[in-house]
């Protein structure tokens, strides 16, 4: 390999395509003749206005988001979504949660603060190995929306698209930060998408939100902090203040990057080819299992054990020795977890499950 890169399976940060790091660091000291880096130019300038503004139009082109929608770039990560979401959405106090693991369980910790939080289906009872039905939920008629994690990064279960809620009418909220650009999403089906982009797309420091126009709101709390009203970014252009120029460079480019490649079809097949190359080892080794049942297995984070926390370690030591990075499952689940975002190579995984066979057969 040309930059001797590790393969790196952190849940985040995470890789990003080669590709586009070459890119990046072609523009670094001089982006295309402006005579500065990006890191150094104002956010006020023509040029940057030219890198926001595309980079806004890519992500529209590749997710096909209808022209009723915000697409807001926030600072801050996942985590400020949590808070940003009850303070925007609540008029009628009410939320309906889906508690499907770690993300979402933080997520209605912190809507608690702002509302009557109502967990309305839960995969706890099985450690958050499944996705529960959410077919049917009892929601009241006065929720202001109803809440999913799409993808829990930690527990490694994925919403299948026919496994989203049904909302009976209500707003559908997503968080999508560990799956953004995974597959095609009909933005349509939702009244707010928002993503950390620092697991599938770019550098750690901002989330991207799609929100619908009619759920961006003026009349909220006078306590509100104009940071965090989407109204405050929506009316700007998410240039209020300074915005993170460097991430909105890159996940630019990642936009790019995809839409040369296809589009999210074609990323969505490359995901699920590479997967499977795991799963389908995990599935006939003898030393480990995979965690989550099978139709809800995620596509970008899988947790694998081997029931036995010594062994576990061993393994997550041995794949270090040859050369992966970041294999340690968390620790609420334990084993390991192969975190294979969009930009995880097929090689990556094909490595990976080559060394993890010749150590079952040589720990047989
Ligand atoms: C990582 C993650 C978050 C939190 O993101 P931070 O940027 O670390 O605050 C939230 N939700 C999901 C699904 C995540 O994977």
Known sequence: MKYDRTF???????????????????????????GMSVMEMSHRSKVFQQIRDEAEADLRKLMGIPDNYKVLFVQGGGTLQFAMVPMNLL??????????????????????????????????????????DCSDLDIPDNADYVYICENETINGTTFSVD?????????LVSDQSSMFLSRPCDVSKYGLIW?????????????????????????????????????????????????NCWAIYCCGKVFKYLLNLG?????????????????????????????????????????FVTGDADKDAAVVAATKEAGFDNLKGHKSVGGLRASIYNAMPKEGVEALVKFLKEYEEKNA
Not at 12 to 28: D, Q, R
Not at 270 to 275: C, I, P, S, T, Y
Request: hydrophobic share 35%.
């Open 8 to 34: 790196n399976f952190s849940a985040g940060p995470a890789m990003m395509p080669e590709p586009v790091l070459e890119e990046i660091k072609e523009e670094l000291l001089n982006y295309r003749g402006s």
């Open 91 to 132: 008029k009628n106090g009410v939320a309906c949660y889906v508690e499907t693991g770690n993300w979402s369980k933080k997520a209605i910790a912190e809507a608690k603060k702002y509302g009557d939080v109502k967990v309305v289906a839960s995969s706890k009872d099985e450690n958050f190995s499944y996705i529960p």
């Open 163 to 171: 496994k989203l809620p049904n909302t009976k009418g209500h707003v």
């Open 195 to 243: 993503a950390g982009v620092q697991k599938n797309v770019g550098p750690a420091g901002m989330s991207v939100v799609i929100v619908r126009e009619d759920l961006i709101r003026d009349d909220l709390d006078p306590k509100t902090p104009i940071y965090m009203k989407y109204k405050t970014h929506a009316d700007a252009d998410s240039l209020y203040n300074t915005p």
């Open 263 to 303: 589009g999210l079809e074609v990323m969505e097949k490359m995901n699920q080819e590479k997967a499977k190359i795991l799963y389908d080892y995990l599935d006939s080794s003898k030393l480990f299992k995979g965690s989550v049942r099978a139709e809800d297995r995620s596509l970008m984070n899988v947790p």
